[in-house]
């Protein structure tokens, strides 16, 4: 056993194998790239689209509590429908999705350990045929708790006073500023570096190489050494929010750190704004 | 219908490592590159082989990954 804090919100490859098609569940795979989904998915799933339908398209800003609302009665997903989230890039993007639903309350919402690609991997059935939801009405969301979101004054009241541990979990070239964006992407901003203070731990370290989550004790020790245990605010950020959100899910549902929040504008917003201050190279925490 | 075949292995383009994950589904090879760190999918391919859609996907990485900048630190 892995030992999480709060186990119930992860499910196996194998349980959603076994209940995909329950009544009560509702499996759903997110991406970028929705080619993904058209290629195969979990049989039944539903296909979200992290750039249009999880995105406010003319804001940049998570959908409005009537967009959510919406989604889920279009999903056929009720306020007590156990929602099941996978997809690629190791489940960055249900991981964003999963922040959104609690967001915005939904009670039962999991993550499948190790998302699409473990199902690939282990050779289970795919289905291509687009998986049509049966509507509901009455989804109520709950205000949005911003408990779990950081906005950027926030985030600069933070970094001035170095109350709040802040981990940037971009790749370590991202993070000293030698690139600009994940290899391969296009530059999204002016200045390369990170939040002056920020502690560098990529997302990746907290996976396997199956994509699942390592256990409590090996996650306890990679975040307990940049400082970070339950009773310390921390903010984690990246690039768009999506890998952080990730992060995000280790902290608060696998470690049990109580005040955590996703920096959502992250590096396309802080790499972008005039006067902000950056740092380049090593942290100055590790210089500490 | 079950994919067969999985592979996943990394190569090393111009000092950018790149991972490859193969599988065969319905007879066609799918194959997509992501950049290892952090992790961005690069390219997604179908072919009729596995040897051409790696070669396809490594094509397009290769091509994305030919205009990204090394910035002094």
């Known amino acids: ?288 | 219908m079950k994919p067969e075949d999985y592979s996943e292995r990394t190569v090393d383009v111009d000092g950018w490592q790149v991972r490859l994950i193969c599988y065969q589904l319905d007879g066609q090879y799918r194959c997509t590159a992501d950049n290892v760190s952090p992790g961005a999918n690069l390219a997604r391919v179908t072919a009729e082989t596995k040897e051409a859609a790696e070669s396809q996907a490594l094509a397009i990485a290769t091509e994305k990954l030919g205009r990204t900048k090394r910035h002094a630190v």
């Not at chain 1, 939904?106 to 289905?127: F, P, T, Y």
């Not at chain 1, 969301?141 to 981990?167: N, W």
């Not at chain 1, 903010?235 to 902290?251: K, M, N, P």
């Open chain 1, 1 to 288: 056993m892995a030992n999480y804090i709060r186990e119930e919100v992860l499910v196996s490859t194998d349980w959603v194998a076994q209940h995909a098609k329950d009544a009560e569940v509702r499996v759903v795979e997110v991406d970028v790239d929705t080619a993904a989904y058209e290629e195969g998915h979990v049989p039944g799933a539903l296909g979200w689209s992290w750039r249009s339908q999880l995105c406010n398209t003319l804001v940049r800003d998570i959908l409005s509590k009537e967009q959510f609302e919406k989604l889920m009665n279009e999903s056929g997903i009720g306020n007590g429908t156990t929602v099941v989230i996978y997809g690629d890039s190791n489940n960055w993007f249900a991981a964003w999705a999963f922040w959104q639903m609690k967001i915005y309350g939904h009670a039962d919402v999991r993550l499948m350990n190790g998302g699409r690609k473990k199902w690939i991997s282990e050779g289970r059935d795919l289905e291509t045929a687009k998986t049509e939801a049966h509507p509901t009405t009455g989804y109520h969301a709950s205000d949005p708790d911003l408990s779990i979101r950081a906005f950027l004054p926030h985030v600069q009241e933070a970094q001035k006073a170095g109350s709040t541990v802040m981990i940037d979990v971009r790749s370590p070239q991202e993070f000293s500023g030698e690139i600009l964006a994940p290899p391969g992407l296009p530059e999204t901003c002016q200045r390369g570096g990170h939040i002056p203070g920020a502690h560098s731990v990529p997302w990746g370290k907290a996976c396997n190489d199956d994509g699942t989550f390592k256990t409590y004790d090996e996650l306890l020790a990679l975040y307990g050494a940049e400082g970070i245990h339950a009773g310390q605010p921390v903010i984690a950020y990246c690039r768009i929010g999506e890998r952080s959100s990730h992060t995000w899910f280790v902290l608060k549902y696998l470690l049990g750190v109580e005040d955590v929040k996703n920096y959502d504008g992250s590096w396309t917003e802080w790499g972008n704004l005039v006067g902000a201050p950056v740092e380049k190279g090593a942290s100055s925490a590790a210089k500490a």
